[in-house]
């Protein structure tokens, strides 16, 4: 059967009334929590996780989805009408479509944002479905060694890319690999790290880790921030879409979708480059270069469409090699690993009815934002005027009642708060928790593909760059590590002038 038709098939399994039920709840549940100040998409999904437990794979996939998709678009009206962005990738939305608002065109902003997602989603969809079947055809080829060899290529660039500092970025990833290191080694039947705590022995479920990680530490850390004045929420002022936004935005749509979805792609891409490439862009491009800084609607229009872009380039590394490559994707990761699923090569075989529904549902989930969003802006702007310590309060609870949920547990719970103090702790200095969750979700995959190259090698440890793909990508990692340190010391050498003085 050919991609084709099992598209057809995917759309067939997700337009039957309850996975489009499943789909719609996704949309509305996920933009109603990405709306909330402070709140990104990777809070989102984590904080979502704990209700689809009681759904079928097929049916919880397509919520996270929605919930996905939601979140990203709920982070413009944030950063539109609160200048508060959820995420890195959202600061130029917030910093051009905050200007609109306060000229009293603030409708303007976010049609623009939400078509913009809408035109970037579809099409960068389309490039999903038809290029993560091929990676996923020449990924069955990969043996133990190259996975071995990505897995590390990921450590390294979700720790550099996810933080300021590459050293705070891989600290945050040792606490990572030491947190999945917890439980009965599978292989010695050794208990590791588990403190003579009965409970642990099954490890530590990673459902709570990103939840606390996520949901926890970020609410600690942004109610600590409160402000004591209440925010400026701006009104969603001004006509829709004139003519003339729109042909200023739909080059930027294009532009911006262009630029976002190759990244999304890449170990090391994400969203955040793109973003800022996307902004530079337009503002170069632009006939009304005057504008931006006050309120340019190609700096928002360019910059939202790559966001959304990149966010469907995330999952191709994802569903065809497993390799998270943003905050979100490390989220969605333990979603699947939750369900006993591994993303991978293996998942368009094993799984292919769920992949091909998923991917259909990422289409029907971009109209139902489109049509959700525009007409509900006012019922979004209401949920903007949440007191907020009602909010995080609210939040904090809702964590703690998924957590429980998940084994009955009170030690996941008291884990939960630990953990989501130790989320707290590393934001109050800077240390990104998106390596955190990827090294606790890839370190026991990573291990058990080491241990396997080595069994099938006999302990021979050059077995890891035996291969033409490990050693290629080895060397990419060798480049990761050594790049900064020798631009730093570059920089650093005095200059001819300098010496002579």
């Known amino acids: 059967?050919?991609?084709?038709?099992?598209?057809?098939?995917?759309?067939?399994?997700?337009?039957?009334?309850?996975?489009?039920?499943?789909?719609?709840?996704?949309?509305?549940?996920?933009?109603?929590?990405?709306?909330?100040?402070?709140?990104?998409?990777?809070?989102?999904?984590?904080?979502?996780?704990?209700?689809?437990?009681?759904?079928?794979?097929?049916?919880?996939?397509?919520?996270?989805?929605?919930?996905y998709y939601g979140g990203m678009y709920g982070g413009s009206t944030t950063s539109i009408l609160l200048n508060t962005p959820g995420e890195a990738s959202s600061i130029v939305t917030a910093l051009e479509g905050n200007q609109m608002a306060r000229a009293g065109r603030g409708a303007a902003a976010l049609a623009t944002?939400?078509?913009?997602?809408?035109?970037?989603?579809?099409?960068?969809?389309?490039?999903?479905?038809?290029?993560?079947?091929?990676?996923?055809?020449?990924?069955?080829?990969?043996?133990?060694?190259?996975?071995?060899?990505?897995?590390?290529?990921?450590?390294?660039?979700?720790?550099a890319v996810l933080g300021a500092s590459l050293v705070r970025g891989l600290a945050s990833l040792l606490i990572g690999l030491s947190l999945g290191l917890i439980g009965i080694d599978a292989l010695t039947g050794q208990a590791r790290l588990t403190l003579g705590i009965a409970q642990l022995a099954d490890g530590v479920d990673v459902v709570v880790v990103a939840v606390g990680l996520f949901a926890v530490g970020e609410a600690l850390w942004v109610s600590s921030r409160l402000r004591h004045a209440p925010a400026q929420l701006l009104p969603a002022a001004g006509p829709w879409m004139t003519r003339d936004d729109l042909r200023r935005s739909w080059k930027p749509w294009l532009r911006g979708t262009a630029l976002g979805f190759p990244f999304g792609t890449l170990p090391a891409g994400g969203a955040e480059i793109p973003t800022f490439l996307s902004y530079a862009t337009e503002k170069r491009l632009s006939h009304h270069p005057e504008e931006f800084g006050h309120g340019a609607i190609e700096g928002?229009?360019?910059?939202?469409?790559?966001?959304?872009?990149?966010?469907?380039?995330?999952?191709?590394?994802?569903?065809?090699?497993?390799?998270?490559?943003?905050?979100?994707?490390?989220?969605?990761?333990?979603?699947?690993?939750?369900?006993?699923?591994?993303p991978g090569p293996a998942l368009f075989e094993t799984n292919s009815d769920l992949v091909w529904a998923l991917l259909a549902s990422l289409y029907i989930g971009n109209v139902l934002l489109l049509v959700l969003n525009l007409p509900l802006v006012g019922l979004w702007v209401r949920l903007l005027r949440i007191p907020r310590p009602y909010l995080y309060a609210g939040i904090l609870m809702f964590a703690a009642l998924g957590s429980y949920t998940i084994n009955l547990s009170a030690v996941d719970v008291a884990l939960l708060f630990v953990i989501g103090a130790l989320g707290f702790v590393m934001r109050r200095y800077g240390w990104p928790v998106g390596p955190a969750v990827v090294g606790l979700i890839l370190g026991p995959v990573a291990e058990?593909?080491?241990?396997?190259?080595?069994?099938?090698?006999?302990?021979?440890?050059?077995?890891?760059?035996?291969?033409?793909?490990?050693?290629?990508?080895?060397?990419?990692?060798?480049?990761?590590?050594?790049?900064?340190?020798?631009?730093?010391?570059?920089?650093?050498?005095?200059?001819?002038?300098?010496?002579?003085?």
């Open 1 to 67: 059967m050919g991609n084709l038709d099992l598209l057809l098939q995917g759309f067939g399994d997700a337009l039957t009334p309850t996975y489009l039920l499943y789909a719609l709840a996704g949309v509305t549940i996920g933009t109603a929590v990405g709306v909330l100040p402070g709140i990104g998409p990777a809070m989102t999904v984590a904080l979502l996780l704990p209700i689809t437990f009681t759904l079928d794979p097929t049916g919880a996939f397509i919520m996270f989805a929605g919930i």
């Open 113 to 159: 944002a939400a078509i913009g997602s809408f035109v970037a989603g579809t099409l960068a969809t389309i490039l999903l479905t038809l290029l993560a079947p091929q990676v996923a055809d020449l990924a069955v080829k990969l043996g133990p060694q190259d996975y071995f060899a990505l897995m590390i290529l990921a450590f390294l660039t979700v720790s």
């Open 300 to 342: 928002v229009a360019g910059p939202e469409a790559a966001n959304n872009a990149a966010a469907a380039g995330v999952l191709v590394p994802l569903l065809t090699l497993g390799l998270p490559t943003s905050a979100t994707a490390a989220v969605l990761l333990a979603a699947f690993q939750q369900y006993g699923l591994q």
């Open 448 to 501: 058990q593909q080491l241990r396997r190259a080595l069994a099938i090698s006999q302990g021979d440890v050059s077995t890891l760059w035996s291969t033409a793909f490990s050693a290629t990508v080895l060397a990419v990692c060798a480049v990761v590590i050594a790049a900064p340190l020798i631009l730093r010391a570059i920089r650093r050498s005095p200059t001819p002038d300098e010496v002579h003085r």
